[in-house]
């Protein structure tokens, strides 16, 4: 993390650079032109991470600085949303005079909400016993004053909810409110209003779909539920148990019936498909009852592997999210083969680093 460089009036210079960069290295493929989704320049992380120092009687949040190649403390955290700035001041001055909760205290997590949940979740190089337990219950009856809080201790093999291991987001796509579980310890987009955006770009490029959806790499139902709206139904997969139960919460919350999730992975998937092998896990499920003309892909950093991206070549329209503009273009020099891309985007997820979260919609040429 390099701290200096996050300066809100360098934001759109970075940006810039940003949008020159992913358009120079897709310039092969000859893309339409970039559709750029900012960021707010600051408070805009809905998570974050800090380890704990402890200086005689002091306590305090410090990340590493690799520019600086030195810890710096964190009394206030520029990326990180409000509710996060204000709970790191409220929940530091209640930690550090208090020996039971700071004793062995290594790292702190926050997960919030812009629907004003939060869930703290506390390291240590300790076991926790009941005088942890209870003082954490303090804790949280005292913060409850002032935030929608729940609280949560880790240690090695160790894990004490005081209520739930989640919170529970709500977000404004296209003026409809779609609600998201976000489990501790599980993968959500970091920055809240920019998926915000990301989920109106992909309602936005497949609003004219016909038939179903496949979705692979389908997590907790992200887009899952924002784009059943444009198919009759969706298949969709995961692998991750806890983003899969994640998913069927979400699903039933959003009150969504068009939509059917599998728990396999995209691998799997591919060779059930492919009718190379059959699976237990489909039993009772008629994939040839699936019409789907699309295909989503919102894969790992690693990409596609090579089988799973001729099942993606098989669809007419192929609706990419990337996290990692390397591997999407990796998978691009084989997608161009029988595809060509006529939506382009960039979402600054990350602002002041040199991630690039980027989209693509594919037509059959």
């Not at 812009?114 to 804790?139: F, K, M, N, P």
């Not at 909810?161 to 959500?188: A, G, M, R, W």
């Not at 920055?191 to 490029?205: P, R």
């Not at 919350?253 to 489909?282: G, P, T």
Request: aromatic share 10%; with cysteine.
């Amino acid at each position: 993390m390099n701290l200096a460089a996050m300066d809100p009036k360098n934001y759109d210079a970075q940006l810039q650079q940003k949008r020159i960069k992913l358009e120079q290295a897709f310039v092969e493929f000859n893309p339409p032109a970039l559709e750029v989704f900012a960021s707010e320049p600051m408070n805009y992380r809905m998570r974050a991470e800090f380890r704990m120092w402890h200086e005689g009687d002091d306590l305090y949040y410090y990340m590493f600085d690799k520019a600086l190649n030195a810890k710096v403390r964190c009394d206030q955290y520029l990326p990180a949303g409000k509710l996060i700035n204000q709970m790191m001041a409220a929940l530091i001055v209640e930690l550090t005079p208090n020996q039971a909760l700071r004793h062995k205290l290594f790292q702190i997590d926050f997960l919030s909400t812009l629907s004003g949940e939060i869930l703290v979740s506390l390291l240590y190089h300790r076991q926790l016993d009941e005088e942890w337990r209870e003082h954490a219950t303090q804790l949280k009856a005292k913060l409850s004053s002032q935030f929608n809080v729940n609280i949560i201790g880790r240690a090695r093999k160790q894990k004490i909810d005081l209520d739930k291991d989640f919170v529970v987001e709500s977000l404004t796509v296209n003026q409809q409110v779609l609600q998201y579980k976000q489990i501790e310890n599980s993968f959500t987009q970091p920055n809240a209003n920019v998926s915000i955006k990301m989920l109106e770009w992909a309602i936005d490029v497949t609003k004219q779909s016909k038939g179903d959806l496949l979705e692979l790499y389908c997590g907790n139902g992200n887009f899952t539920i924002a784009l059943a709206q444009n198919f009759n139904r969706v298949l969709a997969t995961e692998l991750a148990k806890p983003s899969v139960d994640a998913a069927q919460f979400n699903i039933a919350i959003n009150k969504v019936d068009n939509v059917q999730i599998i728990r396999m992975s995209a691998e799997d998937f591919s060779d059930a498909m492919a009718k190379k092998r059959e699976f237990r896990r489909l039993e009772g499920i008629d994939l040839d009852s699936f019409d789907c003309n699309t295909i989503f892909v919102d894969p790992p950093r690693a990409g596609i592997d090579s089988e799973t991206l001729k099942l993606v070549q098989g669809y007419e329209r192929i609706l990419y999210i990337s996290c990692n503009p390397e591997t999407l273009k990796d998978n691009l020099l084989t997608l161009s083969d029988t595809h060509q891309i006529i939506r382009f985007a960039l979402f600054d997820q990350f602002p002041y680093t040199d991630h690039m979260e980027s989209g693509v919609l594919l037509v059959r040429k």
